[in-house]
């Protein structure tokens, strides 16, 4: 899952979700990429028990600008927000699209990732 500022930057990592059949991954063996924050989990699917980890590493980078609005889509995991308001920083916010209005609000879900679907 990428993020992405308001003027067009990706982030400086993506976040990989790999399933592994205990949610866990071994404690050697693995290859580890600056840009990647790879998690494991029994899906592949971030969980809401993933989503605060997700928000600790990618809201406070150096990178992003000095106001950071997290503008979030309403699924379960990201609207529960005694789960992830805790690991939100000072000085950054967030807000939560309305369900339903993700072809206003989310161009990269739209259009964007329409080009990566084909290759994964």
Do not use: C
């Not at 993506?14 to 693995?30: A, C, I, W």
């Not at 600056?34 to 699917?45: D, E, K, N, W, Y």
């Not at 609207?79 to 690991?87: G, I, M, Q, R």
């Amino acid at each position: 899952m990428p993020v992405i500022y308001v003027d067009g930057r990706l982030a400086e990592k993506l976040l990989v979700v790999l399933k592994e059949k205990y949610g866990v991954f071994s404690q050697t063996g693995h290859w580890q990429a600056p840009s990647l924050l790879v998690m494991a989990a029994t899906t592949h699917i971030m969980t809401k028990s993933l989503v605060p980890r997700f928000v600790r590493e990618f809201v406070p980078v150096s990178s992003g600008p000095p106001l950071t609005i997290l503008l979030v889509d309403s699924w379960a995991g990201l609207k529960d927000h005694t789960n992830v308001l805790p690991e939100v920083p000072n000085g950054k916010k967030w807000m939560t699209i309305p369900a339903g209005a993700t072809y206003l609000y989310q161009p990269l879900d739209v259009y964007f990732f329409r080009l990566f679907k084909r290759y994964i």
